[in-house]
């Protein structure tokens, strides 16, 4: 059965960090671009950022360009996001997909199963 679970989520203070990690279960995780994409309370969901199905391409939404860092290790199945100088716009939840290409694109569209989520709360 094919799974996405996230974990890594929490309450942190402005400028702080977190990683968050995606793994997937009931499949290979490198056949596909996998993607982060994050949703606020009376937001749309929106994408953060995607990784080409190898990793060798990498994209990030303009808010968070220079501050978050996705990475995958296939050998673990896991791709991860690095949080870091959060601020309190980046609260909300924080969902991983796989994508049905290979090639990383920001659009929820291109996004065929998803996991459940992880709170991602930045206040002081």
């Known amino acids: 059965q094919l799974q996405l679970v996230e974990s890594g989520g929490g309450l942190v203070q402005p400028g702080g960090s977190l990683r968050l990690s995606c793994a997937a279960s009931?499949?290979?995780?490198?056949?596909?671009?996998i993607g982060w994409f994050r949703q606020a309370p009376g937001k749309e969901r929106e994408g953060v950022s995607c990784?080409?199905?190898?990793?060798?391409?990498?994209k990030y939404a303009d808010s968070v360009k220079g501050r978050f860092t996705i990475s995958r290790d296939n050998a673990k199945n896991t791709v991860y996001l690095d949080l870091n100088s959060l601020k309190p716009e980046d609260t909300g939840i924080y969902y991983c997909?796989?994508?049905?290409?290979?090639?990383?694109?920001?659009?929820?569209?291109?996004?065929?199963?998803w996991g459940q989520g992880t709170q991602v709360t930045v206040s002081s």
């Open positions: 990784i080409s199905s190898r990793g060798g391409t990498t």
């Open positions: 009931g499949f290979t995780l490198d056949l596909n671009a």
């Open positions: 997909g796989r994508s049905v290409i290979r090639v990383c694109v920001l659009s929820p569209k291109a996004y065929d199963s």
